[in-house]
C-alpha cells in the first residue's frame, strides 16, 4: 500500500525556518518525483514545487511565492522527501500536502499524505 | 501563468443526478489537465489525469473530456460520497495552477 506522511508542522514566528519531511511507503521511492502543494485556510490548492527523481537529475523548480525561500530535498535511501522553510511569514500559514509524481516532476500526481499544518504567527 | 477558471464555483444537486463541471485554462495546455476531489479536512484525492484517464480505483461514473483551454469532469450519477470540492490543475507550463475549486452540495 502507498503511503506518504508528512511531518513536522507546528507553530512558527515569522523570519523562523522549519523543515517538513514526508516519509513514504509501499513503492519505489527512487523511480518518482515529489511535489509539495499547499492549501491556505479556506482557500485552494496551491503548487509549492518538486525534486525530479534522480534518472531526471533530481532537479527542482519551484512556485515564485517561494522560490530563493524553500528548497526541496530527497534523501533515496530512506524513501523520505524535504521541503526546507526559511524566512517564513504570514503568508505561508497553510496545510502542506506531498505527493507522489511522474519521475519527470509536475505531472503523474496520484497519491497524497494527509498534510501537515503550518502556521506562522507573532 | 496560466489561468484556470472553473464553473460554476458551487452547485447544488441531488443523488443520482448528472453533473457537469467546466475548466478552462487560459492558454493551450494541450490535454495536460487533472481533476481533484476534496472533502473537507481530508487531503485532496486524484481522479483523472491527461483530461481523461481515471486513477486507479475511481468510479467509472466520473469522466473527463477537454483538450486545448476547455475541460470537463462530469459525474454520471452522483452519489452521496461524491458531495466535495472539485479542482483542476494544469500541468502542461510550469508554475503549475490550480482552478478555484467547485463545491458540490447536497440539494
Known amino acids: 500500500e502507498v503511503q506518504l506522511v508528512e511531518s513536522g508542522g507546528g507553530l512558527i514566528q515569522p523570519g523562523r525556518s522549519l523543515r517538513l519531511s514526508c516519509a513514504t511507503s509501499?513503492?519505489?521511492?527512487?523511480?518518482?518525483?515529489m511535489n509539495w502543494f499547499r492549501q491556505a485556510p479556506g482557500m485552494g490548492l496551491e503548487w509549492v514545487g518538486f525534486?525530479?527523481?534522480?534518472?531526471?537529475?533530481?532537479?527542482?523548480n519551484y512556485a515564485a511565492s517561494v522560490k530563493g525561500r524553500f528548497t526541496i530535498a530527497r534523501d533515496d535511501s530512506e524513501s523520505t522527501a524535504y521541503l526546507q522553510m526559511n524566512d517564513l511569514q504570514f503568508e505561508d500559514t497553510a496545510v502542506y500536502y506531498c505527493?507522489?509524481?511522474?519521475?519527470?516532476?509536475?505531472?503523474?500526481?496520484?497519491?497524497w499524505g494527509q498534510g501537515t499544518l503550518v502556521t506562522v504567527s507573532s | 501563468d496560466i489561468q484556470m477558471t472553473q464553473s460554476p464555483s458551487s452547485l447544488s444537486a441531488s443523488v443520482g443526478d448528472r453533473v457537469t463541471i467546466t475548466c478552462r485554462a487560459s492558454?493551450?495546455?494541450?490535454?495536460?489537465l487533472a481533476w481533484f476531489q476534496q472533502k473537507p479536512g481530508k487531503a485532496p484525492r486524484s481522479l483523472i489525469y491527461?483530461?481523461?484517464s481515471l486513477h486507479s480505483g475511481v468510479p467509472s461514473r466520473f469522466s473527463g473530456s477537454g483538450f486545448g483551454t476547455d475541460f470537463t469532469l462530469t459525474i454520471s450519477s452522483l452519489q452521496p460520497e461524491d458531495f466535495a470540492t472539485y479542482y483542476c490543475?494544469?500541468?502542461?507550463?510550469?508554475?503549475?495552477?490550480f482552478g478555484g475549486g467547485t463545491n458540490v452540495e447536497i440539494k
Open positions: 509501499g513503492f519505489n521511492f527512487v523511480e518518482y518525483a
Open positions: 492558454q493551450n495546455i494541450n490535454n495536460y
Open positions: 525534486i525530479r527523481s534522480k534518472a531526471y537529475g533530481g532537479t527542482t
Open positions: 490543475q494544469q500541468y502542461n507550463t510550469y508554475p503549475l495552477t
Open positions: 505527493t507522489r509524481g511522474s519521475p519527470r516532476g509536475g505531472s503523474g500526481i496520484d497519491f
Open positions: 491527461e483530461s481523461y
